[in-house]
Every structure is written in C-alpha cells, then in structure tokens.
C-alpha cells in the first residue's frame, strides 16, 4: 500500500512511541487504518475502538502526543 504524507507522518510519529517488541502490533493497526481510509471505513467509532490499543502499545510518554493526533483526526471526521 501506498501512504500519502500525511499517513507517513502520522506512521513515524506512531512508530517513533512504539514499546519495545511491539512494533509488529503498531504496524498491523496503522495498516487497518490506513487501508479503512482508502474502503471509506474509516469513521469515529473506529478511531474511538482503536484508540485504547494504540495506548497499549505506546510508551508513556507518548500518550499525550497520541491523544493530540487523535483528537484532531476525530475533529476531521464528518459527524
């Protein structure tokens, strides 16, 4: 699959928080999501499923930075 900029951006950012040996998880939900955008699936109840997944798989410190990309992709989203 093909990213555009602002899915690889959206991909180093995530990948940058990875915990360690979770890599292989991240890559498997960015994929999901990314390959939801191209279906036209990709909508408020799925970012609002994955989101806890994300968090599980990102160090703490990240957390923070990973709800601010979250919010505003919600905040793109069509009601």
Sequence with gaps: MTMNTGQQLFRDFIMQGALPGKESALEDL???GFDR???GTFDRDYVNEVT???TEL???EHHEGFK???EHILSTLAV
């Design 37 to 39: 955008q191209a279906a």
């Design 52 to 54: 806890p997944k994300y």
């Design 30 to 32: 960015l994929t999901e």
């Design 58 to 60: 990102l160090r703490p």
């Design 68 to 70: 601010n990309a979250a």
